[in-house]
């Protein structure tokens, strides 16, 4: 190897996470899954606290937030692209033993979060009150200005975490990605009542709250990386120099990947107006509190597709396509046990989650029909390890045009088509809309995995050496 640093033997070292990612697939998928779940547990129930507290600020402040989380969304899920990107190539580096490819890759990723994040800061901090009464921010609009200068001043530290921890996820060090993602949630969680209430500083608290309890993560990871300088991955900027094909290899799959993250949005605003033509304002609240259950409930896959993506791409880097299969197959099984267990458990106790939806009186009317809903979607829960890992392995072997294809099946197409032929067609009514989307995610997730296996046996095939006759 020609750069990064040495061990004593001039080669490079090999990190414990690296050792993973090349190691035994299966303990791997563990591995790497384990921490990643956790992560994504607390930072979920983060989400939860922050906007229990937001809401004791009123109606107005909850709008004012309302407002500025679309954009606040778009941003963070062209973060998370981007690193997935950039991961996915670092991981099929690491894979093909290219360490000083690895390096730049890393560099690659942070000039291009530092361009990306700037150039998203300077409208919000300009024009912030322009688009807000523009969107009909009305009376909430200096609230949402507050709050957005504050969270956008702070993208590029955002931007950073989420770009350097998908990069560490990427060299097998998902542990270290966890204590980052916990200590930005667990602080903002404790910095919000005091920013919000102690303080006195409204709206603008929570904001504040985020962005300081993302400095604190920054400076974390800012420790590992520019201090303690102990990660696989080399970051050498004074040796930076543009490569376009590096640039192609991140954002061939960072754009897809950041499509991906919004699609959620898309899927539940399409999902929102078939459900409001079929079941009213009742149905929408059924489905926008019975999606929250979902998301908890598929949760672990979410983790396990963070170690598919790295793992994927180190053995398609190593040419290793048996052992790509391998993980990619035990990550199926780990997450049909997972997924069966909730979904057997989310049946049983449908009465009990939905009481905790449906606490106020006048919820009474919707309380039999959000027990069917969960009970129809958790039917569906095993089939989504299926599209979810075919999505995470195509991005880390660089499909990322497949794992968006495969994404969108799931949630723009099949499950808003099949909702609409239910409910609407066959004359189902609302419980239809619950079936064609169960019916969607899973024909989504059976078409994505045969993509898939298809794709790997024909690597596999292209891996053998041809018989003597045909030489």
Not at 235 to 244: A, K, L, P, S
Not at 306 to 323: E, H, P
Not at 368 to 376: N, P
């Amino acid at each position: 190897m020609k750069s990064g640093r040495l061990n004593g033997t001039g080669r490079a070292p090999n990190t414990e996470g690296v050792k993973t990612l090349l190691g035994d697939p299966r303990g791997a998928v563990i591995r790497l899954a384990l921490p990643m779940i956790v992560a994504m547990s607390v930072q979920t129930s983060y989400n939860f606290v922050d906007a229990i507290w937001v809401a004791g600020l009123g109606p107005d402040a909850l709008a004012a937030v309302g407002f500025v989380f679309p954009f606040f969304f778009m941003a963070t899920a062209l973060s998370a692209g981007l690193g997935i990107g950039g991961g996915s190539a670092v991981s099929r580096r690491i894979g093909a033993r290219d360490k000083e490819g690895a390096d730049n890759v890393a560099v690659h990723s942070i000039v291009i979060m530092l361009l990306v994040s700037t150039t998203l800061t300077v409208p919000f901090i300009l024009f912030a009150r322009t688009m807000f009464v523009g969107i009909g921010a009305g009376t909430t609009a200096d609230m949402a200005v507050s709050y957005a200068r504050i969270i956008f001043g702070g993208i590029v530290i955002i931007f950073f975490n989420n770009i350097v921890g998908a990069l560490l996820r990427a060299e097998g060090d998902a542990k270290r990605s966890m204590y980052a993602i916990v200590l930005g949630a667990g602080t903002n969680a404790v910095l919000d009542p005091i920013f919000i209430y102690s303080m006195g500083f409204g709206v603008a608290g929570a904001a504040w709250a985020t962005v300081v309890s993302m400095a604190l993560t920054f400076a974390l990871l800012s420790f590992w990386i520019f201090v303690r300088k102990d990660t696989y991955v080399s970051f050498r900027f004074h040796r930076f120099r543009i490569d376009r094909s590096i640039l192609a290899d991140i954002l061939r799959v960072g754009i897809p990947a950041s499509f991906i993250q919004l699609e959620m949005s898309f899927m539940m605003l399409i999902m929102n107006i078939i459900t409001v033509n079929v079941g009213g304002t009742d149905g929408v609240a059924i489905f926008a509190g019975g999606w929250r259950v979902v998301t908890l409930g598929t949760m672990p896959l979410m983790g396990i597709s963070t170690a598919v993506v790295s793992i994927s791409g180190a053995s398609f880097g190593a040419r290793d396509y048996k052992k790509l299969d391998a993980a990619y197959m035990y990550a199926i099984k780990i997450g049909l046990v997972i997924e069966t267990s909730i979904a057997v458990a989310t049946f049983v106790l449908a009465p009990q989650i939905t009481a905790l939806f449906t606490m106020a009186e006048e919820a009474g009317r919707i309380r039999e029909g959000f027990v069917l809903f969960l009970r129809t979607a958790c039917i569906f829960y095993p089939g989504v390890a299926f599209g979810m890992f075919s999505s995470a392995m195509f991005q880390g072997i660089g499909r990322g045009v497949y794992a968006l294809v495969v994404t969108s099946l799931r949630t723009l197409a099949l499950s808003p088509v099949l909702a609409t032929v239910f409910a609407i067609v066959l004359g189902a009514g609302l419980p239809g809309v619950w079936r064609g989307v169960a019916a969607g995610n899973l024909t989504g997730s059976a078409i994505g995995y045969a993509w898939a296996k298809t794709h790997i046996r024909g690597l596999i095939r292209s891996s053998r050496p041809l018989p003597e006759a045909q030489r």
